[in-house]
């Protein structure tokens, strides 16, 4: 393919739909929309979903204002939830949901924080200016204390997890994601995004600044690759860097040829500079290793890149929105279809979920992939409250929660709350629950004005940031990080969108680990409750005639009663019967899986 | 080479204190002396309160020229982007502000923008062009500015990080790097526009 008509095809991705669905709310009667505020005692609205419990933060990150003592995002493993912190991170044993017990907390100044947990070993995403080697506060006064990379930490004893190694990084690390090697269980990738410039090479060897994308000694427009060796990582180190920007530019002009456009030099014409406009860095990227695909989440930019060799990945597409100005994070559907993508518009800190603030921005929006794996654009979500100035608010991270049949997500909004979102139709996602509760902060008094103070005195008013961070469901509960509040543990209840039985099926899908940036593949045991989730979507939606769902809830009540051989049987030959009703359903491939579905739990039965 | 907007906003003392002992700067900004006075201890420096004032200038300003885009008659997308800028910074100056109050810094109002420049800041002259062009040239000028505008935010970021000590506190740092992340692909966004624009 010839230079010009490479960059003909990626400017066509440029085009920007505009006849994407977008809502037309914000709803002020929404029940979330003028809660209470404070920070123990905000109002609260919840639809399908109760709280179990909240656990305030570990004591030596308790304090509000700023972002030195915030919590951050969430891993999995056991019976433990770690949980990252701008100071450090905590390990909660949650054994009980209802009295999740702190088993240790590490204070390290490491923003952000992100956690991902493999076995023993707990990787944490170091970016800020004042991260040190020895994890202490005060600052780093020489360059050769800074550490901006990945902290690696032994938790073989979670009462009491070590340090092992700081693996540091060019660009530091902002999040980062885990990706298994494809055969090689004892080695792990793990995908560095930060989002700051080059280092110096004084402070880490090797480092450099660049404006060429395609030049491959700058240390800009890669992901560093970590490998690590699980058996020594001691050992683990930058192997490679993952250059899926290349190209993402459009094609300079020749510099011959004045700009369109250009009005002189006064004030700078920056126009005809040939500086690229496509990311040099990835916000965060999700892997869905059973795919072997990886959604970047790059700037202006969301990527979809093959990582089969994950040494060597390669970049299948790139969709550009002008809507979406940070493209922050990304989620597959389980069949690795479609994938949600968030914009943090306003990184989080800001109000953005107001009532002029704009629908399409903020938010989440659903792409598919199609059979040549390049992304079309659907529509954009945004939770549909009304949220004051107060109260930090814009789409944020989240996951997969397990119904059969549907793609359904959780995620945290900041202090827009926790909202989950059904996407099983790209183009009209819908949300089934939320928990929300006020702003943190009071909205301040009128007439008093911002006034300076001069001198070196504390004191001011500051907007608390919190909210969730992130939330996951994770072996039946939600799990959210509430940057202030501490730690939200939540459990789906049903409702008309949302059955008892497509509850109780996400509940049978247990992950020992769970890495919300490496997304498992959900698979579902053969049990009542799964199959009788695509017989209640059958009935909700009407995807097959009522006389024969009513027949088929009889007989799969009946087959329950029975054990053994005669339950066996009974499924067998309900099984032959729904196959017959795949021709004529207005949603044959429901009825399929139903089928498909009876027919493991006969064979299951014993 | 594209001449960036003259600072005078000039910082006369180097010296900082990120947990060492005091610092005074004096800054001067259109002709007055203003004095930053950073106490012993303090999680910040002289250079990370220089750039918040500064930057809720910087700020100010691309909001005062967002705001042009309506009557202008903007095209649909470029007014929405414009839109965007206003919302996205208007929050961000309230951060700045608040995080200048609560270490008892001065902290500029939006009107500073008149009085202070910094990196990628408009000229009166270029000021004049864009309120003065309507349609198809307003998108032009707006998207051409507005890059001049944000490339002088990202020069901005780089002079702080570039200070010894400076961009360490973390609420500096991090909206620092926001302002790294989101420009930068703004950046992209705005070129992209351009690009599209109809020929004159």
């Known amino acids: 393919m010839s230079f010009s008509r490479k960059f003909l095809v990626i400017g066509a991705a440029l085009i920007v739909p505009t006849l994407l669905n977008a809502q037309t709310y914000p709803n002020k009667e929404d029940p979330r929309s003028n809660l209470k505020p404070g920070k123990d005692s905000a109002g609260v609205a919840t639809k399908n979903m109760r709280l179990v419990s909240n656990t305030k933060k570990a004591e030596p990150f308790d304090t509000s204002g700023g972002l030195t003592f915030a919590n951050s995002d969430l891993a999995f493993r056991d019976k433990y939830v770690y949980q990252g912190n701008f100071s450090g991170f905590s390990i909660w044993d949650v054994s009980d949901p209802a009295k999740p017990k702190l088993v240790s907390t590490v204070q390290c100044v490491t923003s952000q924080g992100d956690p991902t947990i493999i076995g023993n070993l707990l990787f944490i995403s170091a970016e800020g200016g004042a991260n040190r080697n020895d994890c202490a506060k005060g600052g780093v006064k020489d360059p050769k204390d800074h550490m901006a990379g990945v902290r690696i930490f032994d938790v073989s004893n979670p009462a009491q997890p070590r340090l092992v190694k700081n693996v540091q990084t060019c660009k530091g690390s902002h999040t980062h994601t885990a990706l298994p090697h494809p055969k090689d269980k004892n080695i792990l990738y793990i995908y560095v995004s930060g989002s700051g410039g080059a280092r110096p090479n004084t402070e880490v060897a090797g480092c450099k600044e660049g404006t060429d994308a395609a030049d491959e000694t700058n240390s800009l427009f890669r992901l560093?690759?970590?490998?690590?060796?699980?058996?020594?990582?001691?050992?683990?180190?930058?192997?490679?860097?993952?250059?899926?920007?290349?190209?993402?530019?459009?094609?300079?002009?020749?510099?011959?040829?004045?700009?369109?456009?250009?009005?002189?030099?006064?004030?700078?014409?920056?126009?005809?500079?040939?500086?690229?406009?496509?990311?040099?860095?990835?916000?965060?990227?999700?892997?869905?290793?059973?795919?072997?695909?990886?959604?970047?989440?790059?700037?202006?930019?969301?990527?979809?890149?093959?990582?089969?060799?994950?040494?060597?990945?390669?970049?299948?597409?790139?969709?550009?929105d002008t809507n979406f100005s940070l493209w922050h994070t990304a989620v597959f559907s389980n069949d690795g279809k479609k994938v949600v993508f968030t914009d943090e518009w306003g990184g989080g800190t800001s109000p953005m979920c107001q009532a002029n603030s704009m629908m399409e921005m903020g938010g989440n929006t659903?792409?598919?992939?199609?059979?040549?794996?390049?992304?079309?654009?659907?529509?954009?979500?945004?939770?549909?409250?009304?949220?004051?100035?107060?109260?930090?608010?814009?789409?944020?991270?989240?996951?997969?929660?397990?119904?059969?049949?549907?793609?359904?997500?959780?995620?945290?909004?900041?202090?827009?709350?926790?909202?989950?979102?059904?996407?099983?139709?790209?183009?009209?996602?819908?949300?089934l629950a939320y928990f929300d509760r006020g702003a943190i902060d009071a909205p301040p008094q009128v007439d008093v004005p911002l006034a300076a103070t001069q001198g070196g005195g504390r004191g001011g008013r500051r907007s608390t940031i919190g909210g969730s961070w992130g939330a996951y469901y994770w072996n039946g509960y939600i799990y959210s990080s509430e940057m202030d509040r501490g730690f939200d543990i939540l459990e789906l209840e049903p409702g008309d969108q949302l059955s008892k039985n497509e509850i109780e099926a996400a509940k049978l899908v247990r992950f020992v680990e769970y890495n919300p940036q490496s997304q498992p593949k959900i698979e579902w045991p053969a049990a009542f409750p799964v199959v009788r989730s695509y017989l209640d979507q059958l009935v909700r939606w009407n995807g097959l005639a009522t006389d024969r769902t009513t027949a088929i809830a009889s007989?799969?009540?009946?087959?329950?009663?029975?054990?053994?051989?005669?339950r066996r049987d009974a499924l067998n030959a309900l099984a032959k019967l729904v196959d017959r009703d795949v021709t004529g359903a207005k949603d044959p491939e429901r009825v399929k899986a139903m089928s498909a579905a009876i027919k493991s739990l006969a064979k299951a039965t014993r | 080479m594209p001449s960036r907007a003259r600072i005078i906003f000039v910082t006369l003392a180097a010296c900082a204190a990120l947990f060492g002992p005091p610092s005074i700067a004096a800054a001067q900004h259109a002709g007055h002396k203003v004095a930053i006075t950073v106490p012993a201890g303090a999680p910040y420096t002289v250079a990370d309160v220089e750039f918040m004032q500064g930057m809720i200038a910087h700020h100010a300003q691309a909001i005062h020229m967002s705001r042009m885009a309506e009557k202008r008659g903007a095209n649909p997308r470029v007014l929405r982007f414009a839109m965007k800028i206003d919302q996205s910074q208007i929050?961000?100056?309230?951060?700045?502000q608040e995080w200048l109050v609560h270490y008892g810094q001065a902290a500029p109002d939006t009107s500073s923008w008149r009085t202070m420049t910094m990196?990628?800041?408009?000229?009166?002259?270029?000021?004049?062009?864009?309120?003065?062009?309507?349609?198809?040239?307003?998108?032009?000028?707006?998207?051409?500015?507005?890059?001049?505008?944000?490339?002088?935010?990202?020069?901005?970021?780089?002079?702080?990080?570039?200070?010894?000590?400076?961009?360490?506190?973390?609420?500096?740092?991090?909206?620092?790097?926001?302002?790294?992340?989101v420009q930068t692909a703004e950046i992209g966004v705005m070129r992209q526009m351009l690009s599209q624009l109809p020929p004159k």
């Not at chain 2, 990628?120 to 309120?131: F, I, P, R, S, V």
Request: glycine share 10%.
């Open chain 1, 224 to 320: 560093d690759v970590i490998k690590v060796d699980l058996r020594n990582p001691e050992k683990a180190e930058v192997v490679t860097g993952a250059r899926i920007f290349t190209g993402l530019e459009p094609a300079p002009r020749a510099a011959s040829r004045p700009a369109r456009g250009g009005r002189g030099r006064a004030g700078g014409d920056t126009t005809t500079a040939p500086r690229p406009t496509g990311p040099r860095n990835c916000h965060d990227v999700t892997a869905y290793p059973a795919a072997k695909l990886l959604a970047g989440a790059c700037g202006s930019y969301g990527l979809l890149v093959d990582v089969s060799n994950p040494e060597k990945p390669v970049r299948l597409d790139a969709k550009a």
């Open chain 1, 366 to 431: 659903i792409l598919s992939i199609d059979s040549k794996r390049k992304y079309k654009q659907h529509a954009y979500f945004k939770i549909p409250s009304v949220q004051t100035a107060e109260e930090n608010c814009v789409s944020h991270n989240g996951g997969l929660i397990p119904v059969p049949g549907r793609d359904v997500m959780v995620q945290g909004w900041y202090q827009g709350g926790v909202s989950v979102m059904d996407f099983t139709d790209p183009a009209n996602p819908k949300e």
């Open chain 1, 555 to 566: 007989a799969l009540d009946a087959a329950e009663r029975q054990t053994g051989k005669p």
């Open chain 2, 91 to 96: 929050a961000e100056i309230r951060l700045m």
């Open chain 2, 119 to 181: 990196a990628g800041m408009l000229t009166e002259a270029q000021l004049a062009e864009l309120d003065s062009a309507t349609g198809v040239a307003f998108d032009r000028a707006f998207l051409r500015l507005m890059i001049q505008h944000h490339e002088g935010a990202l020069q901005m970021v780089k002079d702080l990080f570039a200070t010894n000590l400076a961009g360490q506190e973390i609420d500096v740092n991090v909206f620092a790097n926001d302002v790294v992340s």
